[in-house]
């Protein structure tokens, strides 16, 4: 028997940006369990018998819960199968890939994680925006947008102070908020800052302005979700450093590892 997971990070969106090792997972599995970030050329990868196991949003629109995706994934190692969890970006990002190694290891499922490209990096880049610069950024902080009732709020007075660049995932209903909260906690309203919409894939949009006006752009620009917001210096060269991406075909000769 064979069983194991492997949570494999699937990259920002260009399939491309996917992990020699990531893909190999992915042609050996037998059973695929995919959230909704995940791009359909990868799982287009996924062999003839393959069972294919969304987990992003249910008919009814809900999400399915974390304990369910855990379940399914405890379940079908327990039958005996390479399952492949792909998520988008890294894992371990802001994707609650942490959570569902912890159910594994609680049962002494083995696992294994193949980190991903996270689009709080590669999603910038393909926007035209490095995450540091030796003229602009020496740091960079990933924060969470996702602001829950009930749950501490953010340190706005320290993420203010902080002299790198700032980059929000989940934020997209929060801007207002994001923005205002550190203008008032001594940020310089002139801030750049930018939203950049599906990063490296077709559709990616961006909305580029400063603290002040950001908010009001996303919402002219008729930017949503999923999204990511960036503030720093750095976000002045994204007119610059913007490139055409080139689309390559995943290699089917590429050397496959025996999973093991
Ligand atoms: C649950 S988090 C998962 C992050 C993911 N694990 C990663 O490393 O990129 C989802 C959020 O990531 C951001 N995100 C992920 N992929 C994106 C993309 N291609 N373009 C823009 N934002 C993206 C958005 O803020 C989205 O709401």
Redesign the pocket.
């Known amino acids: 028997m064979n069983a194991k997971v492997w949570l494999v990070?699937a990259g920002?969106?260009d399939p491309g940006l996917i992990t020699v090792k990531g893909l190999s997972c992915i042609r050996q599995a037998d059973a695929l369990v995919y959230d909704r970030?995940v791009c359909a050329e990868l799982l287009a990868e996924a062999p003839v018998g393959c069972e294919l196991i969304n987990v992003g949003k249910r008919a009814d629109h809900h999400p399915v819960p974390q304990e369910e995706i855990n379940g399914i994934l405890i379940r079908q190692a327990q039958l005996g199968r390479k399952v492949v969890r792909l998520?988008?970006?890294?894992?371990y990002?802001?994707?609650r890939g942490g959570e569902e190694a912890e159910a594994l290891a609680l049962l002494g499922i083995p696992f294994e994680v193949v980190p991903?490209i996270?689009?709080?990096i590669g999603?910038l880049a393909y926007a035209g925006i490095p995450v540091t610069h030796r003229s602009h950024a020496s740091s960079f902080h990933v924060i969470t947008?996702h602001l829950q009732a009930g749950k501490a709020p953010l340190d706005w007075a320290t993420l203010a102070r902080l002299d790198g660049t700032l980059v929000f995932?989940?934020?997209?209903s929060q801007i207002d908020t994001i923005c205002h909260s550190l203008i008032r906690h001594g940020m310089d309203p002139q801030t750049p800052a930018a939203a950049?919409?599906?990063?490296?894939?077709h559709a990616q949009r961006m909305s580029v302005g400063c603290l002040t006006s950001l908010p009001r752009r996303v919402v002219e620009d008729g930017l949503r979700?999923?999204?990511?917001i960036v503030i720093g210096e750095v976000v002045q060269l994204h007119d610059l450093l913007k490139f055409v991406p080139t689309a390559i075909q995943l290699d089917a000769t590429l050397p496959q590892a025996e999973l093991a």
């Open positions: 990070g920002p969106g970030l998520k988008g970006g890294d894992p990002v802001f994707g991903g996270t689009s709080a999603g947008g995932l989940m934020g997209m950049v919409m599906q990063a490296s894939q979700a999923p999204a990511l």
